[in-house]
């Protein structure tokens, strides 16, 4: 394979992975009706940013720890597992209470804040906590470093690609959901939204923890 035949393979599944519905997604509407397009862009940003981390960490080689040691890679699947659980238990419990769902407008600069920082936070674990990011990661990368040269800054390269792309999908989407502001702000739509989101983060909690 060429080293232009294989970026063009790379960037081709990259970007099916990034566009494809998942967690990243429903994390960064979540987010964007929750507090706006800045809320969602940092929700994609602390997404993107473990992507960096876990290239790191698949070059230097602890990712064949954890996938070499069960207990290890399970521990890891359960909480992230738990983790999209809880995140889909408060949005639930957002849509089952009377009034429940929020807008940007209805928030002052310290809750605003707050949400900000819990938006990068929330983004950042959900990647991290991610077994199936740890394999893509440890089963894909590899294939497209050349040994002769420095793993860590390739890989950290390709992730770049990777961040790149997924901060220009992902802010899209949360523009085109900012966008829908005044649809989302009426509490019915809000409650359907926060129900909708929860339910499917749930489900994909479970799923994972399932998952072998």
Known sequence: MTAEHGMATY???????????????????????????????????????????????????????LLQSAWAFRAL????????????LISLKSAATRGGGFSIQQKGKSDRRDGARRSLLEGFLSNILNPKAVVFYMAFLPQFIDPSRSALAQALFLAGLHFAIAMVW?????????????????????????GATGSIMTVFGVKLALSQ
């Open 170 to 194: 992902q802010c899209f989407l949360a523009s085109m959901v900012d966008h829908a502001q005044a649809l989302i702000a009426r509490q019915g739509v809000r409650r359907g939204l926060d």
């Open 77 to 88: 699947k359960l909480a992230g597992a738990a983790y999209l659980i809880w995140l889909g």
């Open 11 to 65: 960037l081709a599944a990259i970007t099916l992975l990034t566009i494809t519905p998942g967690v990243d997604t429903v994390l960064v509407i979540r987010n964007t009706a929750r507090g706006g397009f800045r809320d969602g862009a940092l929700s994609s940003l602390g997404i993107c940013a473990g992507l960096l981390v876990h290239a790191a960490i698949s070059a230097v080689g602890v990712s064949v720890i």
